[in-house]
Every structure is written in structure tokens, then in C-alpha cells.
């Protein structure tokens, strides 16, 4: 009795045990088919649009008093892309006025521009035959604007109009490579709309800066025994000549190998560290983010010959406070060119801030030591005259 019920207990114990080992073999597959399933999910963000909707997100300004536009306004006569963002509308007005001709800033200013916007109000625009306002108008029409003075008086026209928007008397403006060409000249023709000028990558000398940016490649290409690039450079020989105006073919050829030694972002064989970064730009469409460099294509070979032949060294004093950030290793619009031109400069007040770890482009190389300058180096103009949020 006693040895029958045993084998029956054994029996059904040995059942549960099977029962329960079929169980954890279904189990254990249940979770390997899951695993693969998931396994075979794209990763998050699984494309383009959902990557910018995060950045837009995590940008969103939601203050009370803050501000976030991106509008056509008509300016010049043609309507033109503009944004405005930040956190108080009582801080003071920054107006970036990108280079290139034609390399815009707003789709990289997520980047680089979101900690400014705690500090000042920040205006920019895509400039006429730039970015998005390029694929608003048509490029038969804009094509014969396309001169020095147009542009100046273009952004003499976005300076009156955010001043008017904002309603502030005063402004920073602060301009970017061909952008300090043009704002250098507003600081020049309207002293007194402006707190201070801004100038990063600042043109002063074309072809001087060409020469040098000439040498810098052809020395670089020699040091590194670049057969290829000394020949490239060779051909277009005696470049940056007094008195002669550069064929566009020509800057591109000592744009190339400029970059590719790190005269435009330093440590880089070139700037698509910096060019990429509109990839991800919510303020663009797939469709426009597609075309964002056809108005550079379209606009370089009127407007940049032009410029980098302009000689600005006489100027020579300036009624408003002067402030110049300067990549280090700057060969595009070559730093020591500007640094030279600061030292024989008369304002009421002039800093030079030395990026040491950049090329042309500061504010996406350096984005914390850029913001930092801002605040102790600019905004402390608009705190005396008692422009900023409390």
C-alpha cells in the first residue's frame, strides 16, 4: 500500500516536472520570438521627422513672455523668411546676419543658438537668394539685385523692421563672415540703432585674407607632400593679385584645400560637421531641406568675387562699441587680417575675443565659450541702459 502509493506520487510528480519544463521551453521561446520582433523594429527615430519633432520639442520656448516665429516678411521688396525666438521679449534684440553669400543659419541655430535665446531675443533671417527665401522667388528676377549695396540696404531694412516688431530702439547686431561685410556697413550707416557690433569672421581685407589663405594651403599641401593639391593651387597662381578680381573657379579651388586643412573648422578636412546640422532643422521641410543650399550655388558667383575684393581697412573709427569673435585658425576670412584691422579701430569701447580651438565657424566649434562672450562681453551694454528681462 504504502510502496504502491509512492510510485503514484512519483509518477505525478514526474509529470509536473515535465509539464513545467515544456512551460519554460514555450516560455523561453515566447521571449526569443518577442526579442526578434523587436529586433527587427528600426531604431527611434526612425526618420527624419520624428528626429525634428524631438528637437522642436525640446526647443519649444513655452515662457510667458517668450517669443517663437519663423514668417515670410517682405523685405526689399521680396518676401523673405524670418525667425524670432526667445525666452522674454524684454531682453535686448539680437540681429544675426548670416555669411556665405548664401550659407544660412537658421536650420544649424538649433544647435548653437538655443542658450542665446535665454539672454536676448534672436532675429535672423534667410537673406534674399538664401535658404528658404530663395525658393520663394523667382531666381530670374532676383538675379540682377544681386549687388553689394542691395544686400546692405536689405539688412538696413530687417534691422528698422525687427526694432519696429520688438519695439526697441537699440539693437545688438551681430554678423558672420559675408554677414559682417554687411554689418559692419549698419554700424557704419546707423550708429544709433545699435548697442554694440558683433562681428565673427570678420571681412576687412579680401585680398589680403586671400593671399593668406593661399599660402596657408599651398604650405600645408607641401608639408604633407600633397602632389594633387600643389598643383591645384599652382594653377591658379598669382592669386589674391591687387587690382584683380578673382575668378569664382579660382576661390573655389583655394576654398578647397583651405578646408581641407583646417582653415574653416579647426582639426577638419571641412565644415559638414557644421553643414549637417541642417539635416536635422525643424524649421525646414523635407522638401526645403532638399534644395537649402541652391540659393548658396545660385548667389556665391555674383556676390563673392565681388566682396572679397572689397579692402574695408579705412575704416577706422566707429561710433558704437566694437566686439570681434575670431576663430584662432580661421583661413577663410583669415583671423590675424582682422585682428590687425581691430587694433587700429577707435570706439567708445572694443573687446577681441580669441576662439582658440576654431576655424570660421565659433559658434557651432565653441558653443559654451560663444554663449559665455555674449553675456559678459555684449549684453552688459544693454543692462546700463536698462534693456534686459528682471
Keep these: 500500500m504504502k510502496g504502491g502509493w509512492t510510485k503514484k506520487h512519483q509518477r505525478h510528480a514526474d509529470r509536473v516536472k515535465a509539464v513545467r519544463a515544456i512551460s519554460a521551453v514555450l516560455m523561453l521561446l515566447a521571449f526569443f520570438v518577442n526579442y526578434a520582433a523587436q529586433a527587427q523594429e528600426p531604431a527611434k527615430p526612425a526618420s527624419r521627422a520624428e528626429a525634428t519633432a524631438i528637437i522642436a520639442n525640446a526647443r519649444r520656448i513655452l515662457a510667458p513672455n517668450g517669443v517663437e516665429r519663423l514668417e515670410k516678411v517682405r523685405i526689399g521688396g521680396i518676401e523673405q523668411w524670418v525667425s524670432i525666438r526667445g525666452l522674454d521679449r524684454r531682453n535686448p534684440v539680437l540681429l544675426l546676419i548670416h555669411g556665405g553669400p548664401g550659407y544660412v543659419s537658421i536650420p544649424m541655430s538649433w544647435w548653437f543658438s538655443r542658450g542665446w535665446e535665454e539672454y536676448f531675443t534672436v532675429v535672423q533671417w534667410d537673406q534674399r537668394a538664401a535658404g528658404k527665401t530663395y525658393l520663394l522667388n523667382d531666381p530670374s528676377k532676383i538675379a540682377p539685385t544681386l549687388t553689394p549695396e542691395r544686400m546692405i540696404a536689405d539688412a538696413e531694412e530687417m534691422a528698422a523692421w525687427a526694432r519696429k516688431q520688438l519695439g526697441k530702439d537699440k539693437i545688438f ?25 558683433i562681428g565673427v569672421g570678420q571681412l576687412i581685407d579680401g585680398p589680403e ?27 591658379i597662381a598669382p592669386y589674391g593679385d591687387a587690382g584683380r578680381t578673382i575668378p569664382i573657379k579660382d576661390i573655389y579651388a583655394e576654398r578647397k584645400w583651405v578646408s581641407y586643412y583646417g582653415g574653416v573648422m579647426a582639426y577638419r578636412h ?61 583661413r577663410t576670412v583669415n583671423s590675424d ?20 580651438h576654431s576655424g570660421h565657424m565659433p559658434m557651432t566649434e565653441e558653443p559654451g565659450k560663444f554663449l559665455l562672450s555674449l553675456v559678459l562681453d555684449a549684453r552688459p551694454i544693454a543692462e546700463k541702459a536698462g534693456d534686459v528681462a528682471p
Design 209 to 235: 585674407s586671400e593671399r593668406r589663405g593661399w599660402h596657408f594651403a599651398m604650405d600645408s599641401a607641401r608639408r604633407e607632400g600633397n602632389a594633387g593639391a600643389i598643383r591645384a593651387l599652382e594653377a
Design 173 to 197: 547686431v551681430l554678423g558672420h563672415s559675408f554677414g559682417s561685410f554687411l554689418g559692419l556697413q549698419l554700424a557704419e550707416r546707423h550708429p544709433e540703432w545699435l548697442y554694440a557690433y
Design 337 to 356: 587680417v582682422a585682428s590687425a584691422w581691430f587694433d587700429t579701430v577707435e570706439t567708445p569701447l572694443k573687446k577681441l575675443v580669441w576662439f582658440e
Design 270 to 330: 571641412d565644415n559638414s560637421a557644421d553643414s549637417a546640422l541642417a539635416e536635422l532643422s525643424p524649421d525646414y521641410s523635407d522638401q526645403e531641406i532638399g534644395h537649402i543650399w541652391d540659393g548658396n550655388k545660385f548667389a556665391t558667383p555674383y556676390l563673392l568675387p565681388e566682396v572679397v575684393a572689397l579692402n574695408l581697412t579705412k575704416t577706422t573709427k566707429l561710433a558704437v562699441p566694437l566686439i570681434l569673435f575670431e576663430g584662432r585658425q580661421d
